[in-house]
Structure formats: structure tokens, C-alpha cells
């Protein structure tokens, strides 16, 4: 469980602003057009925020030429290079469904100012998640080097392995081939030539 954990906390982005819903923000997300990839940005007013942790998702509603445009983006997805809080708004509520009816200036809400202490307190919810963010990225990197060295040490064991084994018997010389044939020839040459009666026996046997 703290593993899963550490691998989502990874992935999250640390350098995000604080944001809540009436803020106006700029959504600066990568656009691909055919072969090409750029970076579209999308101002607005955050009309709602949604799940949390990795899957956290904000709508934001803006009005072009009098039309208005909701769009929701993965805040902690690769796609989006980075969110900027241009101003706050004073907000009692979680979700504002009510700028769908509303046009003009009247879908703007009145600016929040943030007092010294909110200020500190972002600074300080900014460098924990920076911290928790190299510290999973400390054990992200320690998990590789020990299978690294699972890896290494395996390899060198299969090697001591393969020079303790006995070397495969020489096998037998044959003889060259010349020498064969000539023994061959040889055998062959005795047994083809005829074999001659002694003397003797042939006057022996001769008719008196």
C-alpha cells in the first residue's frame, strides 16, 4: 500500500498553485494538430472542482464572443504544462452552476485578497509536496539500483557457474586420410596378385 503511494505521489505535480473554485486561471495545455504539437491556453473562471489526489479535474467556464465554453482538465496530467491563478474570487460555494445563467459582468466574481498568513501558508503546503515528491523520487531510484544489483549478482553467480564445469573430452585423432588410402591400397594389392606353386611340388606332380 505504501508503495502505491509512493508510485501516485511521484507522478503528482508539486509546482502547482493553490487553486479554488471562482479563481480565474490559465490553463496552458498541449494541443497535437497533425504532426505538430503546440501549447493552447484557456482562460477562465474555475466553476468546480472534482475528485482528488491524482484524479483531480477542475471545469473552467470562460465566454467567447458570447458564448460560454466549459472545458475540464486532468490537473495533474502530462498534457498540461502548467496552471496559473490569475486572480481570486470570492466563493461561498463548491460548484458554480449559477455563471451558466449569468452574462457580462455579473459572471464575474468579486477578488479575493489573500492576507500574510494564507501567503505563508501556500509557501509552506508548496515545499511539503516538493519534499514528499524527492522523496518518492529517492525511492523510485534505490528500487532500481537493488535490481540492479539483483541482476549483476545473478550474472556473475551463472558465470562461476559455467568455468567450474569440466571441459568436454577431446575427441579421438583420426587418422589422416592419405595414410588410410595407402594402407587400402596396399591390402588390395596382396590379395590380387598370385600366389606361385614351389618348384618342387610342380615336378612332383609332372606325368613320368
Request: aromatic share 2%; no cysteine.
Amino acid at each position: 500500500m505504501d508503495l502505491i503511494r509512493t508510485l501516485t505521489n511521484a507522478q503528482m505535480k508539486s509546482d502547482l498553485p493553490e487553486i479554488k473554485t471562482g479563481d480565474t486561471v490559465k490553463v496552458s495545455a498541449k494541443v497535437v494538430e497533425g504532426n505538430r504539437e503546440r501549447i493552447q491556453v484557456f482562460e477562465g473562471t474555475v466553476m468546480r472542482l472534482r475528485g482528488g489526489g491524482l484524479g483531480l479535474n477542475i471545469t473552467v467556464r470562460r465566454i467567447a464572443s458570447g458564448v460560454g465554453v466549459e472545458r475540464t482538465f486532468k490537473v495533474h496530467s502530462p498534457r498540461i504544462e502548467k496552471i496559473e491563478v490569475v486572480r481570486h474570487g470570492v466563493s461561498n460555494r463548491a460548484q458554480l452552476y449559477f455563471l451558466r445563467d449569468r452574462v457580462g459582468k455579473q459572471s464575474s466574481l468579486r477578488e479575493r485578497r489573500d492576507s500574510a498568513t494564507d501567503i505563508a501558508k501556500n509557501e509552506v503546503k508548496a515545499a511539503a509536496k516538493k519534499a514528499i515528491k524527492d522523496e518518492a523520487d529517492a525511492v523510485i531510484a534505490a528500487a532500481a539500483a537493488a535490481v540492479a544489483a539483483e541482476e549483476a549478482a545473478a550474472a556473475a553467480t551463472a558465470a562461476e557457474v559455467v568455468a567450474e564445469a569440466p571441459a568436454a573430452e577431446a575427441p579421438i585423432a583420426e587418422a589422416p586420410a592419405a595414410e588410410v588410402a595407402e594402407v587400402t591400397a596396399e591390402v588390395a594389392t596382396e590379395e590380387s596378385a598370385p600366389v606361385d606353386a614351389p618348384a618342387a611340388e610342380a615336378s612332383e606332380k609332372a606325368p613320368e
